[in-house]
């Protein structure tokens, strides 16, 4: 997954002033939109496939613990929301681990916003379905403290050959040092509830 990257070009008044007579006012201002919008995207967000910088982050928010050993998916910074994905060794994955943290300048209505659209699990790169079947809400211990975690269980079709799993998908925010962490983590397969449990207990604040 890749955005583009945008370099403004400077114009001098005199050009602007004939692009502006011979495309007309209105065509005009939507390339100006589209071009600053790209411009602004291009500024304000910034992508890493590198395996080495995913599970840098993700270690650097919580200490982790995936059964057979992981592997860095995605890196992420959109907006000042830091994201970081990775997934245990296996063809095609069985566990997703994505963390990050929201903007320290935010409010408490904007924490509130996130929490409430932070709702569906991330995947990045692998071809994956999650269709739900069940939710609800259980208090977990993350980082010593009792959080709402958001639970939801059903089917996860994943890999070229559309294999359907069962699988379970756990969410939670917890402040921690007054920095606001969410995690999403989703485990699919026959042991998909037990290597989920392991995974969350796992989690530890840094």
Do not use: H
Not at 63 to 79: K, S, T
Not at 139 to 153: D, R
């Amino acid at each position: 997954m890749t955005f583009p990257e945008s370099t403004p070009e400077k114009k001098s008044g005199s050009v602007w002033k004939w692009i502006a007579i011979g495309c007309g006012g209105t065509t005009l201002l939507g390339i100006i939109v589209i071009a600053g919008l790209i411009f602004a995207l291009s500024r304000n967000i910034n992508v890493s496939l590198s395996p080495e910088k995913a599970q840098e982050n993700v270690r650097n928010l919580f200490d982790y613990e995936i059964p057979g050993g992981d592997r860095g998916v995605i890196a992420l910074n959109m907006f000042g929301i830091e994201m970081s994905q990775v997934s245990d060794l296996a063809t095609p994955s069985s566990v997703f681990l994505t963390v990050g943290k929201v903007p320290f300048e935010w409010g408490e209505e904007e924490r509130e916003a996130f929490q409430e659209g932070f709702e569906e699990p991330f995947f990045s790169q692998e071809t994956i379905e999650y269709n739900i079947n069940s939710e609800r809400k259980e208090e977990k211990n993350l980082c010593e403290q009792m959080v709402n975690v958001s639970i939801s269980e059903g089917t996860m079709t994943v890999g070229d050959n559309a294999v359907t799993l069962p699988a379970i998908a756990y969410k939670a925010t917890v402040n921690y040092n007054d920095v606001e962490r969410f995690v999403s983590l989703v485990s699919n397969g026959d042991r998909a509830n037990e290597t989920i449990e392991s995974v969350f207990n796992s989690l530890d604040c840094k």
